[in-house]
């Protein structure tokens, strides 16, 4: 099947009561349309891309004002357009071998006959839209980011597939990378409760050992000698107590600063965005249940927007009170600990005090328990029957300590499981990551050896005929053209993707460079099935410098391009422009765009 070309097109209203439209314009191969200045040129070239592939052909937003037709054809097709505003669209197919017509009028459904006709990949038109040329005091690269680029790249070079599959590869990445993020999240969350148990089991440890002891004491009845001690010497047995009573008290007092520790050491010297990571990986979107994308979290800090849905206008104040916390923790934590130490000096210092006395006591280890001495002080001898009934009270004590303790042995033992699972998932998921960014690896290399060599390769040799012995070399890295002119000690680059930093005929010819090459590799690769582009003024803002040598007078050497694309029957050439001189090379069939009944209605007198 051959590729398809303009037969004729119409235009009666497109997207402004200015524009007048353009009559019946009936077109063999090539055609230089002429129309004065501010008649609607750029309009008509939105207008027929409109007309091929609607709405999503069009770079200007659609209102009511939308009337065109356009008949394309090729060696086996003929398709018809009509297109109006909204959803009033039809697509004529007649097959010319049998003359069989189909029609289609439902506007999505026409969208999709047509990417399936013309053999494009995607419905952004993105392929399309690089065989139009807009008059733009933007550079056509200023629309294109390093994806775009390298997507056109990858069509017009036949490896789009390639590219897909690189796309793929990325996003599969970015979904594992996601994953391990949270899996990343969920290991802390878990460290940080098993500390938490640990602290329990550490607290609870002693006391359980203390009422054990208590309990069988009573029962074997040594406990009878601490009474003793307490009976025979009131002034040893008030030493004993006191000390007991501190220990006890620094004890409770320890507790609770480990606890605060382990609150204080989620932030000390954390990362920041990892802190705002475990916050909102507990969010889920009310709307449409999706969790937050992890990933992006460093980001939308960089750029001061939510972490979650990314509004630039957040007030910043999460990021805020994690900062406050972080530097709170850094400034509290050395304090705490600080204090920490000296609590277990002191009760070491105790313990130490209390040996001493033991000695005293025949070695009497029963006085080294806090909960022994701190009962006995509390009931007159060994008989009382209030202490029969206590001891009672704390066997039932030590026996629920001892099943909470076991549970909370068992939930240690299964939190270092999860954590050990998490840490298998997180190495399987790197391994995994760095097979995908092999993969995309290898077809990128693929891809830049086989598509972007070819394509530098092109584009480096008409920026050289169009701007001669100024022109410099183009480049392409991470998906951004430059120029990288090199001198004797240093490389000079210039970002040519930025209007900025390149003047008016450079940008020019950076743009018709970029289209040459585009139908090139087209017909190389038999690509597409799209044979026809769109200009608008392409020589606008260039000239012939008389005072600069022959091969550096951009507009005559773009139009003789054009010439010598258009004898060659490269690509069909629609050339909309106001400058009467373009024919003087171009020697091309012409029509003066006759424009509808002026809705004004002035009248020349």
């Known amino acids: 099947m051959t590729k398809f070309r303009i037969k004729e097109f119409k235009i009666t209203k497109f997207n402004s009561r200015r524009y007048l439209g353009v009559n019946l314009t009936k077109l063999e191969d090539h055609i230089l349309i002429y129309g004065e200045h501010k008649s609607g040129k750029s309009t008509t070239l939105d207008a027929l891309s409109y007309a091929i592939f609607g709405i999503k052909g069009s770079s200007r937003p659609i209102n009511n004002l939308a009337d065109t037709y356009v008949k394309l054809s090729n060696d086996e097709l003929e398709l018809t357009l009509d297109r109006k505003a909204g959803n009033n669209h039809k697509l004529a197919i007649k097959n010319l071998k049998d003359g069989n017509i189909e029609t289609i009028t439902e506007m999505e459904s026409i969208n999709n006959k047509l990417k399936e006709i013309f053999d494009y990949p995607s419905e952004d038109c993105l392929e399309f839209k690089a065989r139009l040329l807009h008059q733009d005091q933007e550079s056509s690269l200023k629309k294109y980011d390093s994806r775009k680029l390298l997507k056109m790249i990858s069509f017009y070079t036949s490896l789009n597939s390639k590219n897909e599959e690189t796309e793929k590869l990325k996003n599969a990445i970015k979904k594992r990378t996601e994953e391990r993020e949270y899996f990343f999240v969920e290991k802390k969350d878990l460290e940080s409760s098993l500390k938490e148990k ?359 050497n773009l139009l003789n391009l054009i010439k010598e694309k258009c004898k060659t029957n490269d690509t069909q050439f629609l050339i909309l422009t106001a400058d009467r001189s373009y024919n003087d090379i171009l020697e091309l069939p012409t029509v003066s765009v006759k424009f509808n009944k002026d809705l004004f209605g002035f009248d020349v007198q």
Not at 231 to 241: F, P, S, T
Not at 315 to 337: F, V
Not at 439 to 463: A, H, V
């Open 198 to 556: 640990r602290n329990v089991i550490y607290s609870s440890k002693n006391y359980i050992e203390h009422l054990k002891q208590l309990v069988s004491s009573h029962d074997d009845g040594s406990i009878k000698q601490v009474f003793d001690v307490k009976k025979v010497d009131a002034g040893l047995w008030k030493e004993i107590n006191d000390l007991q009573r501190k220990n006890i008290s620094l004890r409770q007092e320890l507790d609770k600063a480990y606890i605060s520790k382990l609150e204080l050491e989620k932030f000390h010297e954390a990362s920041l965005i990892n802190l705002i990571k475990e916050i909102i990986s507990v969010l889920i979107c009310p709307v449409c249940g999706k969790k937050a994308n992890l990933s992006k979290v460093a980001s939308q800090y960089n750029k001061k927007r939510c972490p979650y849905c990314g509004d630039e206008s957040y007030d910043k104040e999460l990021y805020d009170n994690i900062s406050h916390r972080i530097q709170y923790s850094n400034d509290e934590l050395p304090k705490l600990n600080e204090r920490i130490q000296q609590m277990e000096g002191e009760l070491n210092k105790n313990y130490e005090l209390l040996h001493n006395l033991k000695s005293k006591l025949n070695d009497l280890a029963l006085i080294l328990n806090p909960e022994i001495v701190r009962s006995i002080e509390s009931f007159k001898s060994f008989e009382d029957v209030k202490f029969k009934t206590f001891i009672e009270e704390q066997r039932l004590q030590l026996k629920k300590f001892r099943n909470e303790f076991n549970k909370t042995e068992m939930d240690i033992k299964e939190s270092n499981n999860q954590i050990k699972n998490k840490d298998d998932e997180i190495a399987k998921i790197t391994t995994e990551i760095k097979s995908l960014e092999s993969k995309r690896s290898i077809l990128e290399k693929e891809l830049e050896e086989k598509g972007i060599k070819t394509f530098l390769e092109r584009i480096n040799l008409y920026y050289g005929r169009l701007m001669g012995y100024k022109s410099q070399p183009i480049v392409l890295e991470n998906g951004k053209l430059f120029f990288k002119t090199s001198f004797k000690n240093y490389e000079e680059i210039d970002d040519i993707s930025t209007s900025k930093e390149i003047g008016e005929s450079e940008k020019k010819c950076i743009d018709a460079s970029l289209l040459f090459t585009f139908i090139d590799l087209d017909n190389e690769y038999n690509s597409s099935l799209i044979d026809f582009v769109i200009l608008d003024d392409p020589a606008d803002g260039l000239y012939d410098d008389l005072n600069l040598r022959k091969d550096a007078h951009n507009k005559t």
